[in-house]
């Protein structure tokens, strides 16, 4: 349970994916935590391999050390976040959050192009029809074959079928999950700390 949602301890899509970080992504309103989304990073194990460099390093030091998460991110074995809604909101909101977030990560290290624009704008559109209910589920999957170059987003909502797309820039793939998994400017801090002490607790 994170925060009082279920999340699977393993997700199965090529082979078993490990729930190693959790957490949620929250904002502080007049002294009152409002939450917005329940998260979960489901892993291989074997992440461990491209990560011998942080060995015996404490969760709290990962947590602080985005060279770690730039390799987490780099590594190339299959990853998939699970985002379930707590609060509901426009698809829209979430996709323009999504996009501001991918694009000024982008733009900071001068690789945000026309093509990266039309990929993001496909993925804002993707949102646009969308309402985000509470229990709603969103994953982002990135396979390990393609490393950080391809994408799949998927949506369900209560009472709808599993919608999806495909995302298709290794820019944009890469900053997506550096939107979630990049320590210093990551969307929820709650998960990047969980998620470098579990890491720390494998290579330890």
């Not at 074959?145 to 919608?163: D, H, M, N, R």
């Not at 929820?188 to 470098?196: C, I």
């Amino acid at each position: 349970m994170v925060d009082g949602v279920p999340f699977p301890p393993e997700i199965t899509i090529t082979k078993p994916l490990t729930l190693l970080g959790h957490g949620i992504t929250d904002i502080e309103i007049h002294f009152l935590q409002i939450k917005h989304n329940s998260i979960g990073i489901y892993l291989r194990k074997e992440i461990v391999e491209h990560l011998g460099k942080w060995k015996g390093k404490k969760g709290s030091e990962l947590a602080q050390d985005d060279a770690f998460f730039d390799a987490l991110v780099s590594a190339p074995v299959e990853k998939l976040i699970r985002i379930v809604v707590i609060k509901e909101i426009k698809g829209s909101q979430y996709g323009v959050q999504l996009e501001r977030s991918v694009r000024d990560r982008l733009a900071a290290i001068d690789r945000y192009e026309e093509e990266e624009e039309k990929v993001l704008e496909k993925v804002t559109e993707f949102f646009q029809t969308k309402y985000l209910k509470k229990d709603s589920i969103i994953t982002f999957h990135f396979p390990a074959a393609c490393c950080t170059s391809t994408a799949e987003i998927s949506f369900v909502t209560e009472g709808k079928g599993e919608v999806k797309m495909k995302v298709e820039n290794a820019n944009v793939t890469e900053m997506i999950q550096k939107w979630y998994l990049r320590g210093s400017r990551a969307a929820s801090p709650s998960t990047v700390k969980n998620l470098a002490s579990n890491i720390a607790d494998l290579l330890s």
